[in-house]
């Protein structure tokens, strides 16, 4: 087994490809060690001195480091965890996956609708390549909420990504949108 590992905009978070899927359907996000009871993957990576956060996506692991620690000592010890882990066969979340990402199938009106299909469609994919997710969690008033995981979560240009990128984007397509706010 082959890990390829990347840079993130966010200098305390490196991003692991182990070359198969990691989720099957959609992410997971672990920003403490207390959180990542149902993965045996996160509490594995949780073990290591100085991992700070896990984030799960598709086809990516997302670790987050303690600030003062360094990539140079912390990065081959998630190598072997990742690699133990995938070569031993372990699954990477316990239970269904579907029922713990609380898809709740609420009637969402056009507006909600419009926008998290615009996450969905351009700004998701593009935060995923760089080891993160966005995902919606209200619109009241013309704000949209907005949750950042994984190496969004803390990155000094999620600012600059948020309002300058989607909140710039969704006012453009749906007018009702006035502003982003992180959540």
């Known amino acids: 087994m082959f890990i390829q590992t990347e840079q993130t905009p966010n200098p305390a978070t490196l991003k692991f490809l182990p070359g198969c899927p990691v989720m099957p359907s ?42 003062d620690s360094d990539w140079y000592q912390l990065k081959p010890a998630v190598l072997a965890a990742v690699m133990e882990h995938f070569t031993a066969g372990r699954p990477v979340i316990n239970g269904d996956i579907a029922a713990q990402a609380g898809a709740a199938a609420e009637e969402d009106d056009e507006i909600v609708t419009q926008i998290k299909e615009l996450l969905e469609t351009r700004v998701r994919p593009a935060v995923a390549m760089d080891g993160g997710d966005i995902t919606f969690e209200d619109f009241e008033d013309g704000i949209v909420y907005l949750h950042m995981q994984g190496s969004c979560s803390g990155c000094p240009s999620s600012t600059a990504t948020l309002k300058a990128g989607i909140e710039n984007m969704l006012r453009h397509y749906i007018p009702e949108v006035v502003e982003v706010r992180a959540v």
């Open 26 to 67: 959609g992410t997971a996000n672990f920003p403490e060690r207390d959180t990542a009871a149902r993965s045996p993957l996160a509490e594995r990576l949780f073990q290591l001195p100085d991992v700070a956060g896990v984030f799960l996506g598709a086809d990516f692991i997302t670790v987050t480091k303690n600030g």
